[in-house]
């Protein structure tokens, strides 16, 4: 017997992970390629003559494939279940692709090239919603991916993987956009009502063009994505589930190695004696506790941050906002890192308790310093802290533990329930924003500023209590064992779970 018989292949192992984190890397790709483009777009359908482009009408569409990611992640737990987690991911590469070209060139074969109208803002929205079904898709099945073929002493650090690869999405966007963008420049919000003649001449081109050319760059890593999808293997756990014991130990023993893939193969049978069992088998608390997991993440309101970094360093004064944004997606890649590499060490209550109480320091120090000109330094400052202290915390910690804290009998159906509040809440922030933003009281206020950032840090502390006093740790368990912990009668998350988890 040779040595990767013994132990397993890592590099077989890294080698489907990395492709399955593709799809993460595509999730950051298309949440955050609005960032660009918002402006471009919002001055496009400005243009239109038989409709008003209102700023509720721009939260809407900078949000709309928000509505897409809430029905992908709804039906997650269906196709996982019933196609399998391969196929489901399959079919997000292809959502991807079509919702790419799609937002590109709204008016293929409809409508008139360049012409804005309240059909095009439709047909526009349609594609952005084709788009964000893959999204929810992929949200909630490339964890539950990554997490059903990883040993579970690395299991966190694989799924951090996929959050890394959300972040890093993001990051080649910003850069994309940036790029895209080159020489021209985003118009101006208060000269975008009075036509493009009124436009700085290097504006027009973004308005008439750039915002395409950001939303089709994503064809090319969801056209590889669909691709490479096909060559990974299904999950053993899925295997077992639909009575493929056989396959699922061939996977099982390339991973781990021969010994060891028979013992996690008796393990998984152990827990599918049943192969699906009603979703509130385990109790209420299990659901509560992935649910809340999910608003929270969404609640403390990052996205908001990232589909409109580009304007709100811009409001902040800043002379080159694109740059900045570039300069955070650096920083949130550096710290999702710290995540990774310490997720399994320190564990995940610790990481998520210490993120939100610096995301609340940050988020405070915003909602008190911005619009003051002298302290601009400081609100960039506040709202980089914000941004990092998610980005190793709730940011992968999150997906880590909806992929791991559900039972196996209820886990495709757990997950989508879970992901799907966090796509309801994602878009509950985001197209909220603005309009909160740009909320007055008096005349040229910042009432809507600081309430902003205010209500989005009270959030932050909540979240840590939510943390501190209900989520269990799950550091170094198996996948099985949470069937052992939300069985246990009288289970009490405050005084019992650290027992169990010792």
């Not at 192992?13 to 950051?28: D, K, Q, T, Y």
């Not at 737990?77 to 991911?89: D, E, I, Q, V, W």
């Not at 790419?100 to 360049?114: C, K, R, T, V």
């Not at 895209?180 to 436009?199: C, F, N, R, S, Y």
Request: aromatic fraction near 14%; hydrophobic fraction near 50%; proline fraction near 4%.
């Amino acid at each position: 017997m040779n040595q990767q018989s013994e132990h397993g292949s890592k590099a077989y192992l890294f080698s489907i992970v990395m492709v399955a984190v593709l799809g993460g890397l595509l999730f950051g790709y298309d949440t955050a390629v609005i960032s660009g483009a918002e402006k471009g777009l919002q001055a496009f359908f400005m243009e239109s003559k038989d409709f008003a482009y209102t700023d509720g009408w721009h939260g809407f569409t900078s949000a709309s494939a928000l509505i897409g990611c809430i029905i992908g992640s709804a039906f997650s737990g269906f196709l996982a279940t019933n196609l399998g987690r391969k196929k489901s991911l399959i079919i997000a590469g292809i959502l991807f692709f079509i919702s790419a070209l799609g937002s590109m060139d709204p008016e293929f074969l409809f409508f008139e090239y360049g012409h804005p109208s309240y059909s095009l803002l439709i047909m526009f929205n349609i594609y952005r919603v084709i788009g964000g079904i893959g999204v929810g898709l992929a949200s909630a099945i490339c964890p539950m991916y990554i997490s059903e073929v990883a040993p579970s002493n690395i299991r966190g650090m694989l799924v951090s993987c996929n959050q890394f690869a959300i972040i890093f999405g993001q990051l080649v966007v910003y850069f994309v956009n940036f790029f895209i963008l080159g020489d021209h420049i985003q118009p101006l919000v208060e000269d975008m009502g009075k036509g493009l003649a009124a436009l700085d001449p290097r504006a027009v081109w973004t308005v008439e063009t750039g915002w395409r050319y950001m939303f089709g760059s994503e064809a090319v890593p969801a056209g590889l994505f669909a691709l490479l999808i096909c060559f990974v293997p299904e999950t053993p756990r899925y295997l077992v589930s639909v009575g493929k014991n056989d396959k699922a130990l061939q996977i099982l023993q390339r991973i781990n190695g021969s010994e060891r893939g028979e013992y996690v193969l008796q393990r998984i049978k152990e827990t599918i004696k049943i192969k699906i069992e009603p979703i509130m088998t385990y109790g209420a608390l299990c659901i509560f506790v992935g649910i809340m997991l999910s608003v929270f993440q969404q609640a403390v309101g990052i996205n908001a941050v990232l589909y409109y970094a580009p304007r709100i360093f811009g409001d902040m004064g800043m002379n080159d906002p694109m740059m900045l944004t570039v300069f955070m997606g650096i920083i949130n890649i550096s710290f999702t890192l710290v995540a990774i590499f310490t997720v399994e060490k320190w564990g995940r209550k610790p990481l998520l308790i210490w993120g939100s109480l610096g995301m609340a320091l940050g988020a405070f120090g915003v909602a008190v310093t911005f619009g003051n000109e002298s302290l601009a330094l400081v609100t960039a400052a506040s709202l980089l802290l914000y941004s990092a202290c998610f980005m190793f915390s709730w940011g992968p910690i999150c997906w880590v533990l909806i992929a791991e804290i559900f039972p196996n009998t209820i886990r495709g159906q757990a997950v989508a329930v879970a992901v799907a509040f966090q796509w309801i809440f994602n878009f509950i922030v985001s197209s909220t924003f603005v309009p909160m933003f740009n909320m007055h009281l008096t005349e040229g206020d910042d009432f809507g500023h600081w309430f902003t950032y205010g209500l989005y840090g009270l959030i932050c502390v909540i979240a840590a209590l939510f943390v501190w006093r209900l989520v269990p740790e799950t550091k170094g368990k198996t996948l099985e064992d949470m069937s052992k912990l939300w069985k246990w009668k009288g289970y009490d998350p405050v005084h019992r779970v650290g027992k169990m988890f010792e």
